[in-house]
């Protein structure tokens, strides 16, 4: 019943989007999407790629831009927000095909473990998901294995995408202060036509 009360609400903005739009051009990819979130189509996807995440050097791609009063005397840098820009890969290595970056804020949010809050856009700018994002929040607990965050969003091909990542560190350079992460995304969207979803790997 819920679901059915979602739908409607969401075809009932469809048609007030359509009446406000009537006049435009609009592609018939739009129409279909349009359609078939009134009929409920949807996919699931599973999404496999790594993060490269270099935490110094001179290449860094995270970079802290506010702390806390506590946070030089935290164990766990409380209160520390750090912005980055990650190269995304489909495999381990640096120099493995790019797939586009991983965007946003995480603060160290937890006073007794090393645990991040996550505001996350992954950004593809090649291969089947050329020019889409996929929002991610939640609380990355870093030392642990199999870390669960959730997809809240999208654009492009994840509009209105929901799931979740598990988030795993395949690797840590302590020397270089280099991070590779290893990400698993599950996410339910909306058909487009021919559209099926398949694993990045």
Known sequence: MEKLGTVFILCLLVVVMSMGHANSQESNA???WFK???RGK???IKLHFYVQDALGGPNATVWQVAEAAVTANSLTSFGQVRVLDDLITV???RSSEALGRAQGLITSADLSESALAMNMNFYFSAGKYNGSTLCILGRNPINENDRELSVVGGTGDFRMAR???ISNTYSYDPVANYDVLEYTVYVTVYEKSG???VAMI
């Open 30 to 32: 739009e129409k279909i």
């Open 36 to 38: 078939n979130i009134c």
């Open 42 to 44: 949807e996919n699931l």
């Open 91 to 93: 495999g381990r290595n």
């Open 163 to 165: 799931g979740y990542a």
């Open 195 to 197: 559209y099926t979803g």
